[in-house]
């Protein structure tokens, strides 16, 4: 019902999960990810326990096959899921459940996995994959959406479309984009937009949030102020 990207940009430190599907709400069940950790995303009658547990495999030093193997043997439905997964290796390991609805199944790269389900073909992630693959050139968020997006033009969800998301992660324990499209006659327009917000609006100042390296982020009031009144803003905090 769905595809999906997985993908580790090593010189970024960054995991990333890009998804869109004819289902509502695609961001709330399918990516789960874990800053130099790893990135999963499951999917095809969803089994939402799965991805923390195989990143914990993850962590405990499991390769993707070992940690996808052992979350997937205490699920009973196994046969209906389909889940795949980056660790910060670049390697990957991919399960399509032997009922899932075709066209279902899955293609791995350098750093990547597209893996997709109730699809109008093949070529939906091989075109997924392909792009992803070629557009090293561009940054890993862009890169995802162009690569979802010429998956759709080969067909995408057999059913239709209605929701995307994507997600991001770098060095902090939430991730540095996390953007939803729940319900859209176009969501991989409309995530691409969020995108294009994302680097005007949010992007500038996320050196100045909290993190680990600055855990309190910027607290200068008159140096806040000065950035409100940069933007038009008449807006001063109580003294």
Not at 181 to 202: F, G, I, K, N, Y
Request: aromatic content about 6%.
């Amino acid at each position: 019902m769905t595809w999906s990207i997985v993908a580790h940009d090593a010189a970024a430190g960054a995991f990333a999960v890009a998804v869109t599907t004819c289902n509502l709400a695609v961001g709330a069940a399918c990516p789960f990810l874990l800053s130099g950790v790893g990135a999963v995303s499951t999917q095809s009658m969803s089994n939402r326990y799965l991805g923390p547990v195989v990143l914990d495999g993850l962590a405990r030093g499991l390769t993707p096959q070992l940690a996808l193997d052992s979350a997937l043997a205490g699920d009973e439905g196994r046969g209906l899921r389909q889940i795949h997964v980056v660790d910060r290796f670049g390697r990957t390991a991919a399960h399509t459940g032997a009922n899932c609805v075709d066209w279902c199944g899955s293609v791995a790269g350098d750093g990547f996995s597209v893996a997709g389900n109730m699809l109008a073909g093949e070529a939906v992630i091989a075109a997924t994959a392909e792009v992803f693959a070629r557009r090293g050139d561009l940054p890993l968020p862009e890169r995802l959406m162009t690569a979802l997006h010429a998956g759709q033009a080969e067909g995408g969800d057999r059913r239709g479309k209605q929701s995307a998301a994507l997600v991001v992660t770098t060095t902090e324990d939430f991730p540095d984009i996390n953007l939803r499209v729940d319900d859209h006659a176009e969501p991989l327009t409309e995530l691409s937009r969020l995108l294009a917000l994302w680097r005007v609006q949010a992007e500038p100042s996320q050196h100045t949030r909290p993190s680990k390296a600055n855990p309190a982020g910027l607290t200068d009031m008159d140096a806040i102020e000065a950035g409100w009144r940069a933007r038009g803003l008449d807006i001063r905090f109580r003294r």
